[in-house]
Each structure stands twice: as C-alpha cells, then as structure tokens.
C-alpha cells in the first residue's frame, strides 16, 4: 500500500496528497521531521547509523530519528511516532527549529525537534542497526571527516550547534 505525503507549495502549505514514490519521481516540496534525543545528563546527542539493509543511504549516522510527515499527520506526531519505529522510545518532543533543505532542486521543509532520555532503545523496524552517544565536537568531526553522514544531518546538526553555543 503506498505511502501519502503532503506536497507544499513553496510557503509550506498544502497543494494536495501525493505518493511517497510521486514526491520523488516529480521532486515535489515536501515536509519532514528529524529528532535529536538529548542525554538531560551530560548534553550528549544520540545519532543513529542507519541499516546497511536499508535502500536509501545504507550505513549512514542520522538525527536520532527522522523520516517523512505523513499525509495530514502534524510535524509533531510525525516526530513522536518516528521516535517510536526508529528507537522504540516514547519521550516528550519539544520544537526546535524549521529549516529548509534543497537538494538536486528538490525542497523538504524540515522541523527539527528534541527529546531527552538515556535508554530503552531498540531497533525493531530494521532501519536502524545501531547509534550512539555522541558530545557535540565528536559528531561535528564526523561530518569534518567525511563519514558516511546523512546531508540533513548536516544542517540539522549547525542548528544544535549554535543552540548550544547560545544557552551558555
């Protein structure tokens, strides 16, 4: 059964309903959401690796969870119920940011949440193989390095980065 999406226009309003497959195939804007859970400890972010099983980016550390908002779904819910298939956790998220991403003049509209906990986590979807805690710097070097690292992980991450630098 396909999967229903949200195409936006370019003020991130809804023009209609379309297939996952039709977003892509037409590079229609879209909307997505990415979560970074936050060690309340020690101010860690836990980043995933992604499924060498998985078609799209095999191998790759994300956000802690992400993925498409749904059809009629809220950035929000779409957050919570990622949580819930990537990491097997139900946390509290809170509104971060919204960025724009553009790629091969393809635009997602992304909302950037966060959510705190320490364990629980399990990958029972497949998409996830494993993740962890990472400070700040040592997830920046993954991207200074070159890692295998998702390109929205990147903007997302500049996000934390400056939140960071701010709070203190």
């Known amino acids: 059964m396909p999967e229903y999406m949200d195409h936006v226009d370019e003020n991130n309003l809804v023009v209609g309903r379309v297939s996952k497959e039709d977003i892509y195939k037409k590079k229609l804007p879209h909307r997505i959401v990415h979560?970074?859970?936050?060690?309340?400890d020690d101010g860690k972010v836990y980043l995933q690796k992604r499924s060498e099983k998985v078609q799209f980016l095999p191998g790759y550390y994300c956000t802690s969870a992400g993925g498409h908002v749904r059809s009629g779904e809220s950035y929000e819910n779409a957050a919570k119920r990622e949580l819930k298939e990537e990491l097997g956790i139900e946390a509290d998220v809170h509104f971060g940011t919204e960025l724009k991403f553009i790629s091969d003049e393809h635009i997602r509209f992304i909302q950037v949440f966060i959510a705190y906990a320490t364990k629980g986590f399990s990958f029972a979807d497949g998409e996830v193989e494993n993740g962890?805690?990472?400070?700040?710097?040592?997830?920046?070097r993954l991207i200074r390095d070159d890692a295998k690292v998702h390109p929205q992980l990147k903007i997302c991450l500049e996000w934390l980065v400056a939140?960071?630098?701010?709070?203190?």
């Open 35 to 40: 979560v970074f859970v936050l060690n309340p």
């Open 132 to 140: 962890g805690f990472f400070t700040l710097d040592e997830a920046c």
């Open 163 to 168: 939140r960071d630098k701010f709070k203190k």
